[in-house]
């Protein structure tokens, strides 16, 4: 794993093999991040987060507390997920959307509620 040095991440978050969490990134505590994931500049992950494996997390995200993300999904950059909701694996969310429903596996949603 690659943290860097302008990244605040909580000790208490857990960060498999080959991630990268990129400069001005915020992950706060109770969080998961699964193996092979980018959380891209200025990405903001709050509480009690879970990220599956292979998640690209585009810059500027912002995951409220309790996000699911399943594995080979896609956070466009500048999307907003609320809290508790749940994405699939293998979800496209498209820049700009706000999640505000569960999205089911292999999805591509966008816009302001992502559909």
Do not use: F, W, Y
Request: with cysteine; hydrophobic share 40%; net charge negative.
């Amino acid at each position: 794993m690659i943290i860097s040095k302008d990244a605040i991440v909580d000790e208490s978050v857990e960060i498999e093999e080959g991630t990268v969490i990129m400069p001005g990134a915020i992950i706060n505590p109770g969080t998961k991040t699964g193996k092979n994931c980018i959380i891209n500049t200025g990405a903001i992950i709050d509480h009690d987060c879970v990220i599956g494996d292979h998640v690209h997390i585009a810059p500027g995200v912002t995951l409220s507390g309790s996000v699911k993300i399943g594995s080979g999904s896609h956070i466009g950059t500048g999307a907003s997920v609320i809290h508790g909701i749940e994405i699939g694996s293998r979800v496209i969310v498209g820049a700009g959307s706000v999640v505000v429903n569960t999205i089911q596996d292999n999805k591509k949603v966008m816009g302001v509620p992502a559909r």
